[in-house]
């Protein structure tokens, strides 16, 4: 353990900290800083819902009955309504979430791909059956796995002065506001 810390560690603490104040595992933070936990907006399913071959058409994957839901809450060009990611249980992410998707019933493609290949399929199923039995114990060994992800070791990287903002940043904003106040 060392005492540096990144700021990619920092967003991954607050994640944990964030998911553990809702109750549980939880996740929708591919882009992180800002979305809302278990909301989706139509703008990211319109395609699935309405033209997913572009033929508006719906993708197959997708539960008929919850497409039906799905197209009462994003009408056709609706870019801003947002839906719940998982029905019944959107302000926890938890094993439910595995039960849904096995019905086909995940918001997003990525959800239903996991159904597409074996091994991610059979986890599926399992949670899905055991009721998440060993889900919060894998989501915590996933999260310090993800954490490794792209990590820049030696000068790849820069050490940021500022968490939001890369250092070359920072220094054109100190340029511009010294002459600002001079
Ligand atoms: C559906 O997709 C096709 C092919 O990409 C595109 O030409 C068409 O304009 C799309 N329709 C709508 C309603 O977006
Ligand atoms: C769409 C859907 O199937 N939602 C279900 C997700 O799982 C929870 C818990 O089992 C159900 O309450 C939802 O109806």
């Not at 800083?33 to 319109?46: A, F, P, V």
């Not at 597409?116 to 915590?140: K, P």
């Not at 060994?141 to 070791?153: E, N, Q, R």
Request: hydrophobic content about 35%; proline content about 3%.
């Amino acid at each position: 353990m060392s005492w540096w810390v990144s700021c990619a560690d920092i967003l991954t603490l607050v994640a944990r900290d964030a998911v553990f104040m809702i109750g549980g595992p939880s996740w929708d933070v591919p882009t992180g800083r800002g979305h809302t936990i278990g909301i989706g907006h139509c703008s990211t399913i319109s395609v699935r819902l309405y033209n997913f071959t572009g033929k508006g058409d719906t993708d197959p994957s997708l539960d008929p009955k919850y497409a039906a839901t799905l197209n009462k809450k994003c009408k056709p060009g609706d870019k801003k309504a947002a839906v719940e990611m998982y029905p019944g249980s959107f302000t926890k992410f938890d094993e439910d979430y595995y039960s849904n998707v096995s019905k086909r019933r995940g918001l997003f493609q990525s959800d239903a791909a996991l159904l597409d290949d074996g091994e991610s399929r059979t986890y599926v199923q399992l949670q899905s059956h055991n009721h998440g039995l060993t889900f919060a114990r894998d989501f915590g060994a996933s999260m310090i796995k993800m954490g490794y992800v792209g990590v820049l070791t030696g000068n790849q990287g820069e050490i940021r002065k500022r968490c939001a903002f890369v250092n070359l940043f920072v220094r054109k904003w100190k340029i511009v506001q010294n002459n600002y106040y001079n």
